[in-house]
């Protein structure tokens, strides 16, 4: 999928895209025109007890230490 937070970095051989939504997160590496070795996907999520739902995000998340207290990395797509 194509948003305003992903980010696509190519270097002739290998294709990465990072999502800023969920992260940052690695959400696809590939080598040009192949397939993610992530996973994809979608809009997959579990159900939790109080009734929302956790979303599934898959890739890889990319952290710094400490981390803010909700959790997210103190670090932005915009700094990568």
Do not use: C, M
């Not at 599934?56 to 700094?79: F, I, K, M, N």
Request: hydrophobic content about 30%; aromatic content about 4%; charged content about 20%.
């Amino acid at each position: 999928t194509n948003s305003v937070n992903e980010h696509h970095l190519r270097d002739g051989n290998l294709e990465l895209t990072v999502s800023g939504k969920f992260g940052p997160r690695i959400t696809g590496i590939r080598l040009a025109g192949g397939t993610n070795v992530f996973a994809e996907l979608g809009d997959l999520s579990i159900p939790l007890p109080d009734g929302r739902r956790y979303r599934l995000a898959g890739g890889h998340r990319l952290w710094t230490a400490p981390e803010v207290p909700d959790g997210r990395s103190s670090l932005t797509v915009g700094q990568l």
